[in-house]
């Protein structure tokens, strides 16, 4: 079946800028991650959606990031105001279920490259 | 709070040759551990994880790691390299307490292993 599919692929932005990236999850999959990943450094977390309810945003960097799943399903993140400290590759990760004793696997999308110029 | 420690961040090694990559972690609650592996252009995918029982976990592509507590490393080995192994390596964790895990995980900076022929 389908994977986790992210788009764009590629966004460029000129600083000031608010841009969106949206993540479309493997169907079905109620727990929903997304990652940043800094050139030559590993994805860090961000926030975490349990169906649509935003369980924890405690990796936001600050308030110009938000994060959205209305229906449970896609998913999108918007940086307001882009900073050239915002480039990177913005990865989105899926998995079946949560809450678990035992961490469900977590299907990566290919991720959004983000470059402010 | 979890921390990874990948101690090499390029392993070069011929085909054919056995390869070692090294991951610590420190953490104030008891984890799961896995290893992702990035190939250009593509998502993250599992490789490996370690939840519970034998500390020696065996994956996909012929690799296995051990997790070992009083050291509290994770090492990803394989014992015969193949071209098709060049890849990014990431080694990740996973906290849980109360029973309960949703799945957040922490990664480390990533081991670029290149195979020469």
């Known amino acids: 079946g389908a994977g986790v599919s992210q788009s764009p692929r590629y966004k460029v932005t000129k600083r000031g800028q608010d841009v969106a990236l949206r993540c479309d999850p493997i169907?079905?999959?109620?727990?929903l991650y997304w990652y940043r990943q800094a050139l030559g450094q590993g994805p860090e977390f961000l926030t975490y959606?349990?169906?649509?309810?935003?369980?924890?945003k405690s990796g936001l960097p600050n308030d110009r990031f938000s994060a959205e799943r209305p229906e449970g399903s896609i998913s999108t993140l918007t940086i307001q105001r882009t900073e050239q400290r915002d480039s990177a590759m913005y990865r989105c990760?899926?998995?079946?279920?949560?809450?678990?004793?035992?961490?469900?696997?977590?299907?990566f999308g290919p991720g959004t490259r983000l470059t402010v110029t | 709070a979890q921390s990874v420690t990948q101690l090499d961040s390029q392993v070069p090694v011929f085909e054919e040759a056995p390869v070692e990559l090294r991951c610590n972690y420190s953490?104030?609650?008891?984890?799961?551990l896995f290893w992702y592996v990035q190939y250009p252009n593509q998502g993250l995918q599992l490789l490996l994880k370690?939840?519970?029982?034998?500390?020696l976990v065996k994956g996909i592509n012929g690799f296995e790691a051990e997790f070992n507590k009083s050291q509290t490393s994770f090492h990803l080995r394989k014992p015969s390299v193949h071209i098709s192994d060049t890849a990014e390596y990431f080694c990740?964790?996973?906290?849980?307490?109360?029973?309960?895990?949703?799945?957040?995980?922490?990664f480390g900076q990533g081991t670029i292993l290149t195979v020469h022929p």
């Open positions: 990760a899926s998995s079946s279920q949560t809450g678990t004793m035992f961490p469900y696997e977590q299907y």
């Open positions: 169907s079905g999959h109620v727990s």
């Open positions: 959606f349990n169906y649509e309810a935003q369980q924890d």
């Open positions: 953490s104030s609650v008891s984890v799961y």
């Open positions: 370690y939840l519970s029982g034998s500390t």
């Open positions: 990740a964790v996973s906290g849980y307490a109360g029973g309960t895990s949703y799945g957040k995980l922490t």
